[in-house]
């Protein structure tokens, strides 16, 4: 079992910044991808951004050049950095770690809510 704790939501102004954490624990495997997914009311959830164990990462297009995806190994955390926030990136914010086993396995955090105002 992985539980994943999320924090550093809130409410913000349009072209404001926020910074999202996520800390892991339990049984985690060497080799995993740690990511956000967001969903908007009505809207189905979708990849933010993306970080594999060995740091590479992927962003969805709507965010890259604004937002920054990082990790701490040794930890086993992962933050994603918010800048020049619109109030399109209004949704709650998930966090997410995939294990990769055979098969993968996906565990998620509890989601935190983003709010970026007009």
């Known amino acids: 079992q992985v539980q994943l704790v999320e924090s550093g939501g809130g409410l913000v102004q349009a072209g404001g910044s926020l910074t999202l954490s996520c800390a892991a624990s339990?049984?985690?495997?060497?080799?995993?991808?740690m990511g956000w997914y967001r969903q908007a009311p009505g809207k189905q959830r979708e990849l933010v951004a993306i970080?594999?164990?060995?740091?590479?990462?992927n962003y969805a297009d709507s965010v890259k050049g604004r937002f920054t995806i990082s990790r701490d190994n040794a930890k086993n955390t992962v933050s994603l950095q918010m800048n020049s926030l619109k109030p399109e990136d209004t949704a709650v914010y998930y966090c997410?770690?995939?294990?990769?086993?055979?098969?993968?396995?996906?565990?998620w955090g509890q989601g935190t809510q983003v709010t970026v105002s007009s």
């Open positions: 970080i594999g164990s060995g740091g590479s990462a």
């Open positions: 997410n770690i995939r294990l990769l086993s055979v098969p993968p396995y996906d565990y």
């Open positions: 339990g049984r985690i495997l060497r080799f995993n991808t």
